[in-house]
């Protein structure tokens, strides 16, 4: 596992995101507040390889692909 967090917060737009543009955001807990209603917050984990397009993401049951990272990802 690449790394493991647990989420804290759903922002108010984050699942309207979703829904409409197949889009999820995920920051850790540090996020600029201007960006807080778009975004899935999470604890911050330790990141044991960079986080890459093609990765499989699992939330509870679900798993996802990863189809994008931004550049401050893996820093």
């Known amino acids: 596992m690449k790394y493991r967090v647990t ?6 737009f984050a699942l309207q995101l979703l829904q ?3 889009s999820l955001i995920i ?3 540090d996020v600029h507040y201007s960006y807080g ?3 899935v917050s999470h ?3 330790t990141l044991n390889a960079d986080i890459c397009a093609g990765d499989r ?3 509870a049951e679900h798993t996802y692909t990863v189809s ?3 550049a401050e990802a893996n820093a």
Not at 7 to 12: E, L
């Open 27 to 29: 920051f850790d807990k």
């Open 57 to 59: 993401l699992t939330i």
């Open 68 to 70: 994008g990272v931004g």
């Open 43 to 45: 604890t911050k984990g």
């Open 37 to 39: 209603d778009v975004v």
């Open 20 to 22: 409409t543009r197949g």
């Open 7 to 12: 989420f804290t917060a759903i922002g108010d």
